[in-house]
C-alpha cells in the first residue's frame, strides 16, 4: 500500500506540504486520495486489503484494554468491512451493531454476524443512528480540524445521555519523539490529515459539543480516548476522569 504510486507521487511533492501546509497529493490528484481511489479500482482493492490486514492485527489490543460488556448498541462510524465491530458483538452477546460506511464501502460487504447490519452513509452529513457506543477507529487522524470537527458534530448529534463515543487512534504523547513524527509526516502529504495529542483531540472534542473522560492505553500503538456529551461528564467524580489501562 505505501508503495502505491499515488502515495510515492505525494512524497515527491513533500516541499508543498512544508511551504503550504497542505496536502502535497493535491498537486498531481486535485480530488484527493479518497477521490483517487474511487477511480482506480485495482489501487481501491489494495487500500482495502492493508486497512483489513491492519484492523484484524490491532482488533485483539482493542478488546483486551477496553469493556464492552454494557453495550447494547455500537454503531461503528466509518467502519470499512467491519472486522472490530463483529470482534466485539462476538465477545458481547447482548449488543447488536451498525456499521455505517459509504455506499461502495458497504457494498463490498465484510464478515456477517447475525447482530450487525450495514447501512450506507457519509458521516460527514448524514444523521447516525442512535447508539450507547459509538467506534471511530482511525478516521479522525486522516483529516484536517475542519473536517474532523464536522464528523465529530455529527456523532454529538446523535449521541444520547448515557452514550460513550471512542475514538480509536495513535494517540501522541505531549512529549515527541522524532520516531513519534513520521505518521504525522505521511498524513500530511497524503490525506491532509493528522496524529494529534490527547490535549489537541480533546480541544476538538470541547468544540464539538463533547468531553474527553479518559484515554486508555492498549498493549499496541492504539489508544482509546473515551468522550461523553459535557453534561454527562460534568455528573462523574472527578477521580473519573482519568484512566490508563495497560
Not at 512524497?11 to 480530488?31: K, M, N, Q
Not at 470541547?206 to 479518559?214: P, Q
Request: charged share 25%; no cysteine.
Amino acid at each position: 500500500m505505501m508503495g502505491l504510486p499515488v502515495r510515492l507521487r505525494s512524497f515527491d511533492d513533500l516541499a508543498h506540504s512544508v511551504r503550504a501546509g497542505r496536502p502535497s497529493i493535491e498537486l498531481s490528484d486535485p480530488d484527493g486520495l479518497w477521490g483517487y481511489l474511487r477511480g482506480a479500482p485495482r489501487e481501491r482493492a489494495i487500500f482495502g486489503q492493508a486497512m483489513t490486514a491492519k484492523a484484524a492485527g490491532e482488533t485483539a489490543e482493542v478488546l483486551a484494554a477496553y469493556d464492552f460488556s454494557s453495550s447494547r448498541r455500537i454503531v461503528d462510524v466509518g467502519g470499512g468491512r467491519g472486522h472490530l465491530l463483529h470482534a466485539i458483538l462476538e465477545a458481547t452477546p447482548r449488543a447488536r451493531g451498525i456499521l455505517v460506511d459509504l455506499p461502495g464501502v458497504v457494498e463490498a460487504g465484510g464478515p456477517a454476524h447475525p447482530r450487525l447490519v450495514r447501512q450506507a452513509g457519509d458521516f460527514f452529513v448524514d444523521p447516525l443512528p442512535a447508539a450507547d457506543t459509538y467506534l471511530v477507529m482511525d478516521v479522525i487522524h486522516d483529516w484536517a480540524d475542519a473536517e474532523a470537527l464536522a464528523i465529530l458534530t455529527v456523532i454529538r448529534r446523535a449521541a444520547m445521555d448515557d452514550t460513550r463515543v471512542l475514538l480509536i487512534e495513535g494517540l501522541l504523547p505531549e512529549n515527541l519523539d522524532p520516531g513519534s513524527l513520521t505518521i504525522d509526516v505521511i498524513m500530511l502529504a497524503v490525506t491532509g490529515g493528522r496524529e494529534r495529542t490527547d490535549a489537541e483531540l480533546g480541544r476538538l472534542l470541547d468544540a464539538a459539543g463533547l468531553r474527553l473522560a479518559r484515554v486508555i492505553d492498549t498493549p499496541g500503538r492504539l489508544r482509546i480516548a473515551e468522550a461523553r456529551r459535557v453534561d454527562a461528564v460534568n455528573a462523574q467524580r472527578p477521580e473519573e476522569r482519568h484512566e490508563s489501562t495497560h
